[in-house]
């Protein structure tokens, strides 16, 4: 396993034997595969997705794929819930909903998308605090000083689970519900969707070829074993 600076950059099934010549045939088949699968996300207008950005890897004795962009390796393998430290200070872009049209009306020269279901989102931009700031706000008539919104920091607690006699069974009564852990700039993890393994794996299958292993290689050299 690599660290947490050493993400994957390809991934590659090992078949004894395999020519270079069918070894590309079979990564192209692969990345086909993938593509069929991959996450879309929603896209603006000119946008290309990470789908699009996988590229066929071979060599003699196995074939694969490569990508582009790091997060594609957590889409693929998964990522367990964490706080994003690194955003601390930093202006992030962020695409919102704006069914009623508040948003464009504040900034008419925002950029927009449709996503497709229909909903329309606008580009806005967020500066997250640095750790440990404050600020002062004012409700109620009251001015009280708070954290500010750093990630870590405490935020909304919308949901907690129903006190007793009402709790669910093996929960505790009051507790903060999993989908709202009560932390400011807290990713939720991702499930990974294992769609360049489907492809590597539906490719081979449908040329009669017997998969040896699948590993992911990282940029150190590491091999990281898949299946």
């Known amino acids: 396993?690599?660290?947490?600076?050493?993400?994957?950059?390809?991934?590659?099934?090992?078949?004894?034997?395999?020519?270079?010549?069918?070894?590309?045939?079979?990564?192209?088949?692969?990345v086909q595969q993938a593509r069929t699968v991959a996450p879309k996300g929603y896209l603006a207008v000119g946008e290309k997705g990470m789908a699009s950005r996988l590229v066929p890897y071979s060599g003699h004795g196995y074939y694969g794929i490569r990508w582009v962009d790091q997060y594609a390796w957590f889409q693929e393998h998964g990522?367990?819930?964490?706080?994003?430290?690194?955003?601390?200070?930093?202006?992030?872009?962020m695409w919102i909903k704006d069914q009623t049209g508040s948003e464009r009306i504040q900034n008419p020269k925002a950029e927009t998308r449709v996503r497709p279901d229909g909903v329309t989102e606008v580009l806005i931009f967020r500066k997250v605090a640095k750790k440990g700031a404050r600020k002062m706000v004012t409700k109620g008539g009251k001015t009280k000083n708070v954290p500010a919104s750093f990630p870590g920091a405490p935020g909304r607690i919308g949901?907690?689970?129903?006190?007793?006699?009402?709790?669910?069974?093996?929960?505790?009564?009051?507790?903060?519900?999993?989908?709202?852990?009560?932390?400011?700039?807290?990713?939720?993890?991702?499930?990974?969707?294992?769609?360049?393994?489907?492809?590597?794996?539906?490719?081979?299958?449908?040329?009669?070829?017997?998969?040896?292993?699948?590993?992911?290689?990282?940029?150190?050299?590491?091999?990281?074993?898949?299946?």
């Open 1 to 30: 396993m690599g660290t947490k600076y050493d993400i994957p950059e390809c991934m590659y099934a090992k078949v004894k034997g395999l020519d270079a010549a069918r070894a590309h045939q079979l990564a192209v088949l692969a």
């Open 79 to 93: 990522a367990s819930p964490f706080t994003m430290s690194s955003l601390a200070g930093k202006t992030i872009p």
């Open 159 to 227: 949901l907690r689970e129903a006190r007793h006699p009402f709790t669910s069974p093996g929960k505790a009564g009051g507790a903060i519900a999993p989908t709202n852990v009560g932390v400011r700039w807290r990713n939720p993890g991702l499930n990974g969707l294992h769609f360049m393994q489907h492809g590597i794996t539906t490719a081979g299958l449908g040329q009669g070829i017997v998969i040896s292993t699948i590993v992911a290689r990282h940029p150190s050299g590491q091999e990281e074993l898949i299946a």
